[in-house]
């Protein structure tokens, strides 16, 4: 009986011990506590919680255990909370170094991601979370610097920093190189747009997996070393302009780990090399825009692996391997922006989804087997010199197609079997601008579409009420530009955003599009009445042009109140009445244009309110008004023409130290300006005194939509220059009643392609300031009072192609030089007393000659033997130059050698005019033409 009692006991105690062993420790009171004064410094904003179901610290209270707590795991065996996993849990709040988060001295891994932060900056107190591995911050909203103290974590395995959307987190390449030496045990590394500005350190824990620092200001040379980590599997450089590499041109070490690759916007300048065919393991390789050239080398077949291929914006060049359609893996194919050529010829794919060939030189027929890619939802061919014919069935079979560009190719759309075949009804952008689209009934299917482009077709009538119907919920932007419709009367669509009805036959009043739509174009038509009223429902416009119709009546007021409003445009209608004058402080008003109507009253000052504007054209109206000098305060105005009003009086400035800072277009010509010249005010424009060689290549500025535009006289034409209008450095101060004489600070305006001070009544000399003009193009002095010589400075003009000096009371020598020998006789015509090239009275350096014995006895044989030099000439320049120079050579052979040189130097004028003029004609036939056109 005892033995088995004495067992009995064992047995208890064993099970004791056994259950006792199995319970976790309950989670320490401070660490609840800590955990809890935590939660208190913030708050949950639901609206954030977007990638979990709710809130992780909805479930932490006094009841619970904190180790059963959301997103909270502690060490069974001790009980201290070793991880605290956050994320997107909507907290929102500031975590500063007095935080009660910095007491759980035992974590191992902090995931605090995806949520806001704001106003944080990552505190010096992560440094003593001295065996943390994980530690993730990123999306979070911290901003400021990143504290040296995240290099003492040792034993960090992996680091995510990367900052939310506008906010700034800097790393300064010290801490970066101590990062990088101390982190040894790194497997991931997640530095994503923060601001370091620094070389890459070539020191890199070997146990990396992950690199990420795109968008990061880095420059300088990639260290090859990056390429032969051993376990590298991720490798994300990618937005680092000022960055260089060279890619290995051997096998690379990590080549048979790397999964992921982008370089984009890495300056390679350089051949694909072969030794990119060693990636066989690589799932994702983008190298777009890193300046590669030539080729694709064959060698890239050989990633079997590959889904996702993106070599887009580079200098590649020759044909596409066919067998890269082919790639068993391959899903996504961009090689847009590129110089290929070539066919794209038959393919056969199983996965590819998506090919952008956009922007090459491909041509030929498309192929006909994309009928059978059942798979494919995104297929853009724009650009190219594709031909033939394409019907619509291609496509028809393509269920999942949702995005089709065919735009601006050579090939026609034909629809055989109208009432049978559509486009597939999954589109949802559809391009297929100057494509000879005649009609619409192909797109009966199609009821999901959000972009719609049919530009630069041959679309007649009305568009059919079945496609508003179709489009009434889905479509968001719609392009039926440079088409032959003749009417729309409404736009039944609920909600759009940009509607481009420009250039086409369009008649009666103005429709109104729905209140949503933020860009609406509709000019070059033929729409007359009124302007509604109803056009200032439209809250969200950005951009409203109306320009070149027949729209009559007064502008509507409210249109000021639009604060949104960038772009009114409504040149050349037949409005009436005033200018609005409701703009309000705030507005963004960029571009202002009501050129060529019949406007009346003031220029209205409330546009001071526009301090945005960055173009106003007011020209060819009937304003009444002095010189709005308060315009001056516009901190970003380039254009400015007020040119063809009733403008009147003396020009005056501000008592301020910084007018017109960016004016680069002044027009003020034919009005009754009186007094002098604005010396005032040509003394503040600073930006035309400075040549700025980044106008010579002007970007768009991200305006996809519209291109400013201004009517210009320069080089004796009127023309309407559109987008450029900044490389036009212009004064034009032309058919005034200015008075006195020209400042000679308008020299100072280097920057001028354009100086028109013509048809006033300017007196004196030309300041030989204007021989500084560098620049300049078109100079026209004309029809004033000026006297003396023609400064000799004007010889080095040599951009001047334009120069009218005409009906002045100029006298004296015309310089001479290469751009002189150019000008004709109507550039100085009604000035009696000037002489020289090309007028008929010469002056007494024009023949010179080292002979001074000869003397002028020897005139008379001299011009006897150019008549027998010129007869030859002509007689050899009929049947060709080099046989006229023959003729010549043997006169030369007999005669006196003597006049050799000022016979070719006559030859090389003649023949130099008579291209000058060929040249002059031919540009004046073409700007003619583009006036007109």
């Not at 050698?897 to 000022?902: D, K």
Request: hydrophobic content about 35%.
């Amino acid at each position: 009986m005892g033995y088995r009692k004495f067992l009995f006991l064992l047995f208890v105690c064993f099970c004791q011990f056994s259950f006792s062993s199995s319970i976790p420790h309950l989670c320490h009171k401070d660490q609840s506590t800590a955990l809890l004064k935590f939660k208190k410094t913030l708050t949950v904003d639901s609206s954030l919680v977007t990638c979990s179901s709710y809130s992780y610290t909805s479930s932490w209270n006094r009841s619970r255990d904190c180790c059963s707590w959301d997103g909270v795991i502690c060490d069974e065996m001790t009980g201290h909370v070793i991880q605290l996993n956050l994320s997107c849990s909507g907290l929102v709040g500031k975590i500063d170094s007095n935080s009660s988060l910095f007491q759980l001295s035992h974590l191992q891994r902090l995931d605090l991601s995806s949520n806001n932060f704001s106003n944080s900056h990552i505190s010096p107190e992560f440094g003593r979370f001295s065996s943390l591995t994980l530690l993730d911050l990123s999306d979070s909203y911290f901003s400021g610097h990143i504290p040296s103290e995240i290099s003492h974590l040792s034993q960090l395995q992996s680091l995510h920093l990367s900052p939310s959307f506008e906010t700034i987190l800097r790393l300064t390449a010290h801490d970066l190189t101590l990062l990088l030496q101390n982190l040894t045990q790194l497997r991931e590394l997640d530095l994503t747009s923060i601001n370091i500005s620094s070389t890459i350190p070539p020191n890199f824990s070997s146990h990396l997996t992950t690199l990420r620092m795109g968008n990061t200001g880095l420059y300088g040379i990639i260290p090859e070393s990056i390429f032969h980590l051993p376990n590298l599997e991720t490798l994300v450089l990618q937005n680092n302009n000022q960055l260089t590499g060279y890619f290995p041109k051997t096998k690379w070490n990590s080549s048979a780990s790397l999964i992921e690759l982008d370089l984009s916007g890495v300056n390679f300048s350089d051949n694909l090399p072969e030794s990119i065919g060693y990636l066989t393991s690589v799932h994702s390789l983008s190298l777009k825009n890193c300046k590669l050239r030539g080729p694709i080398p064959e060698s890239l077949l050989n990633l079997t692996r590959i889904e996702d291929l993106d070599l887009q914006y580079n200098s590649l060049n020759g044909t596409i391997p066919s067998g890269m359609f082919s790639l068993p893996s391959l899903s996504r194919l961009v090689l847009s922006n590129n110089q290929f050529s070539g066919q794209f010829e038959d393919f056969n794919s199983n996965s590819l989804i998506w090919i952008d060939l956009s922007n090459n030189q491909l041509q030929g027929p498309l192929p006909k087997l994309i009928q059978n890619h059942v798979n494919l939802t995104g297929l853009i061919l724009s650009f190219n010199n594709f031909s033939g014919h394409v019907d619509v069935s291609l496509f028809a079979d393509l269920k999942q197609l949702y995005y089709l560009d065919l735009s601006y190719n050579h090939i026609s759309l034909t629809n055989e079997n109208k009432h049978n075949v559509t486009l597939p009804g999954s589109l949802m952008s559809l391009q297929l601008a100057a494509c000879e689209v005649k009609e619409l009934e192909f797109l009966r299917s199609a009821k999901l579409l959000w972009h719609l482009d049919l530009s630069n077709n041959r679309i007649q009538g009305r568009i059919p009420d079945w496609a508003w119907s179709n489009w009434m919920f889905s479509l968001q932007r719609l392009n039926l530009s440079h088409n032959m419709l003749q009417g729309v009367d409404s736009i039944p669509l609920l909600s759009i955003e940009a509607i481009d009805l420009r250039s086409n036959l369009l008649q009666g009043s103005l429709p109104i599009p729905p209140i949503s739509t933020r860009f609406f174009f509709i000019s070059r038509n033929n729409l007359s009445e009124e302007i509604p009223s109803d056009i200032c429902n439209l809250t969200s416009l950005v951009m409203l042009d109306l320009a070149r119709n027949n729209l009559k009546g007064e502008i509507p007021q409210c249109l000021g109140y639009i604060s949104s409003l960038e772009v009114l445009d409504m040149h050349h209608n037949i409005l009436s009445g005033t200018l609005p004058t409701t703009f309000r402080i705030g507005s963004a008003l960029k571009s202002f244009n009501f050129r060529g109507n019949k406007l009346e009253g003031k220029i209205p000052q409330s546009l001071t309110n526009c301090k945005q504007l960055d173009v106003l054209d007011l020209g060819d109206n009937n304003l009444n008004d002095t010189f709005p000098v308060w315009l001056g305060t516009l901190p970003k105005l380039k254009v400015l023409s007020l040119r063809s009003n009733k403008l009147h009086g003396s020009i005056k400035t501000l008592p301020t130290g910084n007018m017109f800072p960016q004016l680069r277009i002044l027009d003020l010509s034919s009005n009754a300006f009186t007094k002098s010249l604005p010396t005032s005010l040509l003394q503040h424009l600073k930006a035309m005194r400075t040549v700025d060689q980044t106008m010579n290549a002007p970007s768009d500025e991200g305006n996809r939509y519209y291109q400013d535009s201004v009517a210009l006289v320069t080089k004796g034409l009127e023309l309407e220059v559109v987008r450029i209008l900044f490389l036009y450095t212009t004064v034009d101060l032309s058919n005034n009643k200015f008075e006195g004489y020209i400042p000679s600070i308008m020299g100072d305006l280097i920057a001028l392609r354009v100086l028109n001070l013509s048809h006033n009544g300017l007196q004196g000399h030309i300041p030989s300031s204007l021989g500084s003009l560098s620049s300049v193009e078109s100079l026209d002095l004309s029809g004033n009072h000026l006297v003396g010589e023609i400064p000799a400075q004007f010889a080095s003009l040599t951009s001047l192609e334009v120069l009218n000096l005409s009906y002045n009371h100029l006298e004296g020598c015309i310089p001479q030089g290469k751009q002189f020998h150019t000008f004709e006789n109507n550039s100085y015509e009604g000035n009696d007393r000037l002489r020289g090239f090309p007028l008929s009275e010469g002056c007494g350096n024009d023949s010179e000659t080292n002979d001074t014995t000869s003397g002028l006895d020897d005139e008379e044989n001299d011009s006897e033997f150019l008549n027998d030099f010129w007869k030859a000439a002509l007689m050899g320049y009929g049947s060709g130059l080099c046989i006229g120079l023959s003729i010549i050579y043997i006169m030369f052979s007999t005669g006196n050698p003597r006049w050799l040189a000022r016979i070719i130097v006559e030859l090389e004028h003649k023949i130099m005019m008579g291209r000058r003029k060929k040249q002059q004609k031919q540009r004046s036939d073409k700007r003619r033409n583009n006036s007109l056109a």
